[in-house]
């Protein structure tokens, strides 16, 4: 899930400054600062690159299980998600 939201967010990154380059004279992105508009940007693309990096990290992380002989922990194995 989290890198889907990493995909979106990155993609909206891109468009938001596509939009600062292509539509310089429509009227709502006028009135607007093209400095504001350009770190929006770059803002949405890290916040996706970040997600994308913590879905990835999330699973490769093996859960460490107990190895039990008795009652008594003897040691621990990494299990695979």
């Not at 996706?48 to 093996?62: I, N, P, V, W, Y």
């Amino acid at each position: 899930m989290a890198k889907l939201v990493g995909y979106i967010l990155m993609i909206l990154g891109i468009l938001v400054i596509a939009s600062k380059l292509v539509w310089k004279d429509v009227s709502v992105l006028a009135s607007i600062n093209i400095l504001w508009i350009g770190v929006v940007g770059i803002i949405l693309i890290v916040a996706g690159f970040l997600f994308l990096k913590e879905g990835s990290k999330a699973r490769q992380e093996a859960e460490e299980v107990p190895i039990y002989h008795g009652k008594k922990i003897v040691g621990y194995r990494r299990e695979r998600k």
